[in-house]
């Protein structure tokens, strides 16, 4: 088992997901998000633990400071900015009446991290993702993932989570 970093602040995992769920827009997009993404924590400071970007949502683990644990505003700031210059698709009233462009979910999802468990089962989550939505076979293949960071820091292995060519293999004659 990787021994992850005992988190300190307030700690929470986020799945955060575009309005349209076959959008690729978030990895169309990458140099958009990430750039918005550095923005809000210079200016909004927080820790990202783990993140992984999919095609149409994205899950992050933050830990925030202990003064500051507004994760809400930091989220709209990141949606908002990363909308801020797309083209809006066709809306509903009610996103017209609230500004929405109709490009996130309304809502995501959080969970405050209980303990180092909770943590580690989210972090791997998290890495695992894109082999479970089945866009690579290998955790090391997905470019878009802090578990690359976490290799490099000698936290987990690059073979972590195996191939899932070798898993399914080939059935039959």
Known sequence: MPQYRRA????????????HRSDTLLVDEVDRLRRVYRTVRARRPFETVAICIL?????????????????ALRWNLIKSGFSRGLDAGSRSVSKVIKREKGIWQRRYWEHAIRDDADLERHVDYIH??????????????????????????????????????????????
């Open 128 to 173: 695992f993702n894109p082999v479970k939505h089945g866009y690579v076979a290998r955790v090391s293949d997905w470019p878009y993932s802090s578990f690359h960071r976490y290799v490099d820091r000698g936290v987990l292995v690059a073979d972590w989570g195996g191939d899932m060519r070798e898993v399914l293999g080939s059935f039959g004659e």
């Open 55 to 71: 095609p149409d949502h994205l899950h992050a683990i933050w830990e925030l400071p202990e003064s500051d644990a507004d994760y």
């Open 8 to 19: 300190q602040g307030k700690v929470f995992f986020f799945t955060v997901v575009l309005a």
